[in-house]
């Protein structure tokens, strides 16, 4: 019994270490971010897109709350690479060296990506579903008055699912390597993965076939990529087996 619980406490200390890691370079990124969140919302307010808006605060806390968050998300973004390490040191332990060295350089890749995706529901998506939203408003003579706290939450709902669903071809290659998936697989459930990805552009859109086009289109060019990555991915770790075999072989010799 000792046997199976020692493990598994050392996999949970192990865990709680990481999130202390973590938690503590939070603090220090929320310092960083309590700096740069006024300069950078009073940048995301003078945008073509949004100066014709008056940016109310229905509630008292709106103009904290807006504060606060745009802190947590600035500090998100500065920590990345140590949650992304982290996350690969805990995992490292049992993985061989090789790969250790291989998931390792998929941290750059992947900070790349998540940037990547928010550049792109940025400067894409945002400007897109504002226009189609304020033409909607104008037909029907609606006079918009937007809350400063609902601007940002709309800004960050566009925003923040695409910075972590352009992560899909680093999971996906990072999976591969670990043996979990294989290019096969992930033909075998191409309709049912593009059905997903149907359901999450239908979250994140407005109802209208344009803008769910702009948003379905890169989701299923991102699978696409992520399959043939993991080809890639899939050959190059049987190419390392067919090396550890022979060399296990000429050992035993």
Known sequence: ????????????????????FIAIFLVIGLGAGFFL??????????????QDFPMNAFQ?????????????????IIILPVIFYQLWAFIAPGLAEKERKVTLSYIPVAMVLFLGGLA???YVLLPYFMAFLGNIAE?????????????FSF???ITLPFGFLFQLPVV????????????????????????????????ITPPDLGSHLIVTVPLFLLYELSVVISR??????????????????????
Do not use: C, W
Request: no cysteine.
């Open 232 to 253: 890639y991915a899939f050959r190059k770790r049987m190419k390392e087996e067919v090396a550890r075999q022979k060399e296990m072989v000429t050992n035993n010799q």
């Open 60 to 76: 008292l806390t709106d103009p904290l709350r807006v504060y606060v968050n745009f802190a947590f998300f600035i500090a998100i």
């Open 155 to 157: 800004l960050f709902g």
């Open 172 to 203: 996906v290659m990072f999976l591969t390597r670990l043996g979990l998936i294989t290019p096969n697989l992930l033909q075998r459930i191409r309709k049912y993965a593009y059905f997903v990805l149907l359901v999450i552009a239908g979250f």
């Open 37 to 50: 969140a006024p300069p950078v919302i009073a940048y995301l307010q003078s945008i073509p897109e949004a």
């Open 139 to 151: 037909r029907l003579n609606i006079t918009e008055q937007y809350g400063i706290n609902e601007y």
């Open 120 to 122: 792109f529901s940025y």
């Open 1 to 20: 019994m000792k046997q199976r619980e020692m493990p598994f406490l050392a996999h949970f200390e192990e865990l709680r270490k990481r999130f202390i």
